[in-house]
């Protein structure tokens, strides 16, 4: 892709500050839709599929030591960070042309970004003794369509992003 090229390939650090900005603005809209879509799902079937609720439950069986409303917090930052990690893993595969942006490769990424999800939630769940009423294979579902939905949004976002910049260099650039 020639167009991430223009703006990865001058002689900055890969990770330049409108790419930091990028990533974060992919991220939390890409994090925020995904997120919209669990909290809908938990209303519709009356079940807890709210991963930062779910992230801040786990930190109580960790025994970490904060009070109720910074692990609420924590949980949130945690969500919204691996959002981050997961847009940078994004970028990665277009930036090196691995994946195009189109909407096979958001759905490739978002079932892969789904089954490790799944992985992970389990993994946590296991180690953590989870112990709260929950549909684990309700959530598991509800989670492997919030990816899809993360991957989806981060690609239309991250599009959007680079036609921006790239009309704005076109455009608004002194020559």
């Known amino acids: 892709m020639k167009h991430i090229d223009f703006y990865c390939s001058k002689k900055l650090p890969v990770m330049n500050l409108y ?6 603005i992919v991220a939390i809209a890409a994090t925020s839709t995904m997120t919209l879509f669990s909290y809908a799902a938990s209303a519709r079937y009356r079940e807890v599929y709210k991963e930062p ?3 801040t439950y786990l930190m109580h069986n960790f025994k970490i030591n904060l009070s109720n409303a910074s692990k609420n917090i924590l949980g949130w930052m945690i ?15 277009w930036a090196s042309n691995i994946f ?12 892969a970004s789904g089954i490790i ?10 180690i953590s003794h989870f ?14 369509i919030a990816h899809i939905i993360f991957a989806l949004t ?6 959007i992003s680079i036609t921006v910049t790239l009309l704005t260099n076109a455009y608004f650039t002194p020559k």
Do not use: C, E, N, P
Not at 82 to 90: A, E, L, R, S, T
Not at 100 to 111: K, R, V
Not at 117 to 126: L, N, T, V
């Open 53 to 55: 609720l779910l992230l």
């Open 79 to 93: 969500h919204y960070g691996i959002g981050v990690f997961f847009v940078i893993v994004y970028h990665y595969f």
């Open 131 to 144: 112990q709260q009423r929950i549909d684990f294979r309700g959530f598991y579902i509800q989670l492997f």
């Open 19 to 24: 790419l930091i900005f990028q990533i974060i």
């Open 100 to 111: 195009q942006l189109s909407i096979l490769h958001a759905l490739i990424l978002g079932i």
């Open 154 to 159: 981060a690609t239309a976002v991250y599009a």
């Open 117 to 126: 999800g799944i992985i992970s939630w389990m993994i946590f769940f296991k």
